[in-house]
């Protein structure tokens, strides 16, 4: 397990030895748009999406998150109803927590603060990505989505690691991530097969040099 983004480790395994560990399968709905926020998750193993259906029948990928990522803890707070799905992209195991005893763990621990530092670092995460959909080329979109991926699935070795492989990502999700069609994704991904950065296979990813990926990633 890494080290979570807002709280110290000692904090972490306080709150998640409040609740009950769940083992999803792939392709699981965690959480569910529309339902009330009784309860949030801690993310403990796996790679899951952020997605929204949209009135018009659209489907908007809003982020990917991994272990250490709390879940759903915006309706515990707010008492609204969810505003997304999430759903596993590959196994995952996470601690589902009951809202009450979140809402006390936090004030008890003063750690409200941390929380909002959270919610403000992704809220800056979404307005670069959506900066990065108008001004950058595919190529970098791509690798800086591989990228992120990767320190997400691998954050213990800072995503240094390889090779490394991402599985449960669909050419459909990854192409809706960086704002492309298939056609567009499969041209990308022969660009950084040929440059030696990944492998593919189904529903599969490998970062071979990751170097080279942040090579790619750095250009405008």
């Not at 799905?85 to 996470?94: G, I, P």
Request: some cysteine.
């Amino acid at each position: 397990m890494r080290r979570p983004r807002v709280l110290s480790e000692e904090l972490w395994r306080e709150m998640v030895a409040q609740g009950t560990a769940r083992r999803f399968p792939a392709r699981s709905v965690l959480l569910r748009q529309g339902a009330p926020g009784t309860h949030l998750l801690a993310l403990t193993e796996g790679l899951v999406k952020v997605v929204r259906h949209e009135r018009c029948g659209g489907v908007t990928l809003l982020a990917f998150r991994g272990p250490g990522d709390l879940l759903g803890e915006t309706s515990v707070f707010d008492g609204g109803t969810r505003i997304a799905d999430v759903v596993s992209l590959s196994s995952c195991t996470a601690v589902v927590l009951d809202a009450r005893r979140f809402r006390l763990f936090v004030e008890e621990h003063g750690v409200a603060m941390e929380l909002v530092r959270q919610a403000l670092d992704r809220l800056r995460e979404s307005d670069l990505y959506r900066a990065e959909l108008l001004t950058l080329p595919l190529i970098a979109r791509l690798a800086r989505t591989l990228i992120r991926l990767a320190a997400l699935a691998s954050p213990a070795e800072g995503a240094t690691r390889t090779p490394l492989r991402l599985s449960g990502l669909t050419q459909e999700e990854l192409a809706q991530s960086v704002g492309v069609t298939r056609n567009a994704l499969g041209a990308g991904l022969r660009r950084l097969r040929g440059e030696g950065a990944v492998e593919t296979a189904r529903r599969a990813v490998v970062i071979r040099d990751m170097e080279a990926l942040r090579l790619l990633a750095a250009a405008d």
